[in-house]
Structure formats: structure tokens, C-alpha cells
């Protein structure tokens, strides 16, 4: 899996482990939030498919596509990395990460 963020290609090598995107990309110090932990509650989660990858994943859910209404930095092919599962099927699959995305811990203003 590939990784591109920031102009940086990072590889894992990760295989088929019923792990989510999510899961692989905190367990190898990417930094991606994933808030409410894979309950569809957020979109904290958001990456950006490769596009020639993009149809080889399954459809989103209703839930799935409700949340990714509210991702910051919507693309075609956004999806929620705590919805996809790595299977063998994904092997060599690249996402990106948003430029821009909504974390609380990044908003220095005081209310
Ligand atoms: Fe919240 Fe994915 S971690 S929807």
C-alpha cells in the first residue's frame, strides 16, 4: 500500500490482515484521526483513492457516503478509511491523504 501525502510516497508493507486503511495507517505513524474509531460518526478518517483503484473497492455504504458529505476536501474518490479492509485483492493500492481536513487540534483560535 502507498501511501502520498505532503509530496511523500510512504510504502507499507502490509498484507491482507482484515485491518482497515485506518487501523495500517495509525499503526505505522500516519496521521490520520479517525475519532469516533471506525463507528461512522465522523469523517476524520477521509483519504483519497487512487483513481484506477477507486472501482476495485467495494461500493460505500448510505452511512459511509452520509458522513463523506461532511469531509473537508471532497474528491471523486473520497472514501473513509475506517470502511475499507485490506484483502489480497488491494494489494499495491495507493490513497492519498487530504490537503486540507478538519482536526479540533489544529484550530489555535480561542472562542
Ligand atoms: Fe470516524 Fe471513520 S473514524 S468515520
Given at each position: 500500500m502507498i501511501f502520498k501525502h505532503k509530496d511523500k510516497d510512504i510504502v507499507i508493507d502490509e498484507k491482507a490482515n482484515d485491518l482497515t486503511i485506518l487501523d495500517i495507517a495509525q499503526k505505522n505513524g500516519i496521521?490520520?484521526?479517525?475519532s469516533c474509531e471506525g463507528s461512522l460518526a465522523c469523517s476524520t478518517c477521509h483519504i483519497i483513492v487512487d483513481k484506477d483503484w477507486?472501482?476495485?473497492?467495494d461500493k460505500p455504504s448510505w452511512d459511509e457516503d452520509d458522513m463523506l458529505d461532511l469531509a473537508t476536501g471532497l474528491t471523486l474518490t473520497s472514501r473513509l478509511g475506517c470502511q475499507i479492509i485490506l484483502t489480497?485483492?488491494?494489494?499495491?493500492l495507493k490513497i492519498s491523504l487530504p490537503f486540507v481536513h478538519n482536526d479540533v487540534r489544529l484550530n489555535k483560535k480561542k472562542y
Open positions: 496521521d490520520i484521526e479517525g477507486y472501482s476495485k473497492l489480497d485483492k488491494l494489494d499495491g
